[in-house]
């Protein structure tokens, strides 16, 4: 199950992580991220060995949002090293944002 991330913990969770991290900007007022957010949590359990993943409510964590130039939820970010590598926009299959992440880990 993926957990959520404050503004506060986020650059040392981010960084220090040994796998890279997959972080879901969300909210709960959104249609397409209550959609996806099953499929999240799916992945956060299949691929645990090789990724961890986290959720960002923008409305509470705004600071986040506005770092990572949020316009768009949900929105998924994939970073390595503290580092955003690939970024994936809106509400997608499951067999799709599992190749996204795979050509990206």
């Known amino acids: 199950m993926s957990q959520a991330i404050t503004g506060a913990e986020f650059d040392a969770v981010v960084a220090s992580s040994d796998k890279p991290v997959l972080v879901d900007f969300w909210a ?3 249609g397409p991220c209550r959609a996806l957010g099953p499929v999240v949590d799916q992945i956060s359990q299949e691929m645990a060995d090789r990724l961890t993943v986290y959720k960002c409510n923008v409305d509470e964590e705004s600071g986040l949002a506005e770092r990572f130039r949020i316009v768009s939820i ?3 970010i ?5 580092v955003p590598v690939h970024t994936m926009v809106g509400n997608m299959p499951k067999a799709s944002l599992v190749s996204e992440l795979e050509a990206n880990l």
Do not use: A, D, I, V
């Open 78 to 82: 994939l970073f390595k090293g503290g």
């Open 74 to 76: 949900p929105t998924l």
């Open 28 to 30: 709960s007022w959104c």
